[in-house]
């Protein structure tokens, strides 16, 4: 048996097998606990962030690395009350780090794509991005600046990133006594609601007191109303990760006076006039609502998600042995793929030419394997073919994908 598997590609069949039993139960019991696309997408979201994942943790460690040797104020030994301490600074940084998320526009930016899903089930908690990876590097920074060594903070920053997906459920009502203290799936459904008396509630992670200290606390008391106040209405994949962006972006264009820019770029979400978004709506997604997904559809989507996934666990448990430009190439096509899933839920018709993209990308992975030329003539080949016949091709395949040309 290979020497240098990495363990935690297990936890992917393990979230899935956890998923798939929450589908089950809510289907049993009549409860509609998930919808087809807003699942996918939240698969979508969270494969990639997995996969972008396996590049960036090296890097955030020598930011921790680098920080312990060159700033950290003590040196504290290893013990089980530094653990203790550890866990409990850490989950206080993510207070702030996921308060400030909802209350600076820069910080929301990345942080509202957690909160897009109109559901709430195990698949939202795939919904996080790696610019949320990047700026809570930046909140757990002070970890190593107080003296905390860099392989605990990694070891910890595991288990407290373990934690929050099994709170992302609808099946688990009130725990009892550890209501009190720790944060639970019914505290957690608060803060994903979209209800006046539950907005901006619950921000913790592992222990509920920093919200009872600070004021933010609240307890469920009725159904909640999943969602963002106001919806997103897209499973574009870039969309879904870009348009908060574009929009402060465009906020910050129009507003005058460089106090107010500041203002807007670390204020409040409210304070962004909301006419921008339909605005670029209309710009960059041409709506397409007219026409139903077909079984086809729902079909194509389903057996490119269970290929990725698969390939995803076999990706991040063989890590160590597939060489560095092999892994961009494999990240690069399943990027290409969630793209293509997402815009083949909006019906879109360019992602015709996204096959292109993957077809040639089998091949170049391939050489560097097996460099014969061979592997690199046959694309070279067939693509001007496909490219000459295109409009033939592109009518087959969208007959193929969406039961219609047009
Ligand atoms: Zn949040
Ligand atoms: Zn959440």
């Known amino acids: 048996m290979p020497q240098h598997l990495n363990p935690m590609a297990f936890a992917i069949p393990l979230f899935l097998a956890l998923m798939g039993a929450e589908w089950w139960y809510s289907r049993k019991t009549g409860k509609h606990y998930f919808n087809f696309r807003n699942s996918i997408s939240n698969l979508n979201v969270g494969i990639a962030e997995r ?31 530094q653990w203790i301490a550890l866990l409990i600074c850490t989950d206080f940084i993510w207070y702030w780090y996921h308060r400030l998320a909802h209350e600076m526009n820069i910080f929301w930016a990345a942080h509202v794509v957690h909160h ?60 009892g006594f550890l209501e009190y203290f720790l944060v639970t799936p019914s505290h957690h459904r608060v803060h994903h609601a979209s209800d006046e008396d539950y907005l901006d509630k619950n921000y913790g992670d592992v222990f509920i007191i920093w919200d009872k200290l600070f004021g933010t606390f609240v307890a469920e008391t009725h159904e909640p109303v999943y969602g963002l106040t106001k919806p997103l209405e897209s499973h574009s994949f870039l969309w879904q990760h870009f348009h908060f962006y574009l929009e402060l972006l465009h906020g910050v264009r129009r507003t005058e006076g460089f106090k107010n820019k500041i203002k807007l770029i670390f204020g409040k979400p409210d304070l962004l006039d909301p006419t921008i978004r339909p605005k670029l709506e209309e710009k960059y997604l041409l709506r397409n609502d007219t026409v139903q997904a077909t079984r086809r559809l729902h079909d194509y989507v389903v057996i490119q998600i269970a290929i990725t996934l698969a390939g995803l666990f076999t990706f991040l448990l063989l890590e160590y042995y597939i060489p560095a430009f092999v892994q961009a190439l494999i990240t690069l096509f399943i990027l290409i793929t969630l793209i293509n899933c997402g815009a083949i839920l909006e019906q879109r018709r360019w992602v015709f030419y996204l ?23 046959i694309p ?17 395949y969208l007959r193929l994908v969406y039961g219609r040309t047009a």
């Open 51 to 81: 996969l972008i994942d396996t590049f960036t943790t090296g890097i955030f460690y020598f930011v921790y690395l680098y920080l312990y040797k060159h700033f950290a104020l003590f040196h504290f030994k290893s013990s089980i009350l």
């Open 116 to 175: 897009q899903s109109d559901d709430f089930n195990y698949t939202v908690s795939a919904r996080i991005t790696v610019f949320q990876a990047i700026i809570r590097t930046g909140f757990w920074a002070v970890l190593p600046v107080l003296g905390f060594a860099p392989g605990m903070i990694t070891s910890m920053l595991l288990v407290h990133g373990l934690y929050p997906f099994f709170i992302h459920t609808r099946t688990i009502g009130k725990l």
């Open 355 to 377: 096959e292109y993209a993957r077809f040639s990308l089998i091949f170049i992975a391939a050489y560097c394997y097996f460099p014969y030329a061979a592997l690199l003539w």
């Open 380 to 396: 070279a080949l067939v693509l001007p073919m496909a490219l000459y016949y295109d409009s033939k091709l592109k009518q087959q």
